[in-house]
Nanobody
């Protein structure tokens, strides 16, 4: 069992930055396969960033160069630093995790545990 608690997000103007954090807890929370997904209005949930148990990362083309995913293995906190935000980044963002040894990029079906989601709103 993995428990994920998300913090961060909010509202920002275009060009601004926000940071999302996801704290993982539970007996299987070490070396997790983890990712950040988002759901934009009327769209399917999509992966924006991924980090596997070895620390390898991948990014959706739409966020590459603007978003950075990182993990503190001691504190078991996953972070998504988002910069140069645009209104198209407005969405509900979800942290996801799974103890199985998947590699990035991931898909929704690869993740068995999800955070509650946090809203990110970017105004023009």
């Amino acid at each position: 069992q993995v428990y994920l608690e998300q913090t961060g997000g909010g509202s920002v103007q275009a060009g601004g930055s926000l940071r999302l954090s996801c704290a993982a807890a539970g007996p299987t929370s070490s070396s997790l396969f983890m990712g950040w997904f988002r759901e934009r209005s009327g769209a399917e949930r999509e992966e924006v960033a991924c980090i596997d148990g070895a620390g390898r990362t991948s990014y959706a083309p739409s966020v590459k160069g603007r978003f950075v995913v990182s993990r503190d293995p001691v504190k078991k906190i996953l972070t998504l630093q988002m910069s140069d935000l645009t209104p198209e980044d407005t969405a509900t963002y979800y942290c996801a995790a799974d103890p199985r040894p998947f590699v990035c990029p991931g898909a929704v079906r690869d993740f068995g545990y999800w955070g509650r989601g946090t809203q990110v709103t970017v105004s023009s």
